[in-house]
């Protein structure tokens, strides 16, 4: 598992760095490539530093990872199979599990240029992006189950979940159909709760 590291990649000391590199964990400092999102992408500090990361792990990922399938865990996932079986089983695959993209599979790069692509438009004119959003919200209890677009309750857009939900809805990012996910995990429980993903 390769964690990026937005920023404070030095308030770890060596020995925990080395205890998670022994548990196979690859530790990256994308702090670089983050700042320089950072600035460009500035109008998003209004929703905190929190969810101003959420929106720009996106492009970080994309950047570093150039090129490469990935599967995107956040760190509060339960797992209980092995991340190389899961990985063997999504090949291919690109979705967003239930609109939370905690559990996130790329397969089709294309993904990341829509985001981008998207972000493009929402930052500059927050308001006005959200507001048409919220027009289109209509009819959204049926694409959360038949496209796993996920649900959400505020007008303003303000987080990742929010954005990459509107897109799902409204058909404008990929997502590959839950029938064929479904069957691809047909042996396994995957779902959301209390905000954790469950594998």
Same mark, same amino acid.
């Given at each position: 598992i390769n964690v990026l590291f937005l920023n404070g990649i030095n308030n770890l000391t060596v020995a925990y760095k080395k205890k998670l590199s022994d548990l196979g964990?690859? #530790?990256?400092?994308?702090?670089?490539?983050?700042?320089?999102?950072?600035?460009?992408?500035n109008q998003l500090s209004r929703f905190g530093d929190y969810e101003k990361k959420c929106f720009l792990r996106w492009l970080v990922i994309d950047e570093y990872f150039r090129g490469e399938q990935i599967i995107h865990y956040d760190g509060d996932?339960? !797992?209980?199979?092995?991340?190389? /079986?899961?990985?063997?089983? #999504?090949?291919?695959f690109t979705f967003v599990l239930q609109g939370c993209p905690a559990f996130t599979c790329i397969s089709d790069l294309s993904w990341f240029d829509i985001y981008k692509c998207e972000l493009?438009?929402? /930052?500059?004119?927050?308001?006005?992006?959200? $507001?048409?959003?919220?027009?289109?919200? $209509?009819?959204?209890?049926?694409? !959360?189950?038949?496209?796993?677009?996920?649900?959400? !309750? %505020?007008?303003?857009i303000?987080?990742?979940?929010?954005?990459?939900?509107?897109?799902?809805?409204t058909g %404008?990012?990929?997502?590959?159909? /839950?029938?064929?996910?479904?069957? $691809?995990?047909?042996?396994?429980? /995957? !779902?959301?709760?209390?905000?954790?993903?469950?594998?």
């Open positions: 964990y690859h #530790l990256h400092d994308c702090s670089l490539i983050y700042q320089k999102f950072d600035e460009k992408y996932i339960v !797992f209980n199979e092995d991340v190389a /079986v899961i990985q063997k089983l #999504l090949n291919g493009d438009k929402f /930052v500059p004119n927050i308001e006005g992006y959200s $507001a048409k959003a919220w027009e289109e919200r $209509a009819g959204w209890e049926v694409t !959360f189950r038949t496209r796993w677009a996920g649900s959400r !309750f %505020r007008p303003i303000t987080s990742d979940q929010d954005f990459i939900s509107h897109l799902m809805h %404008r990012i990929i997502q590959d159909s /839950v029938e064929k996910i479904s069957l $691809a995990l047909d042996n396994y429980i /995957v !779902f959301q709760k209390d905000r954790k993903s469950v594998v």
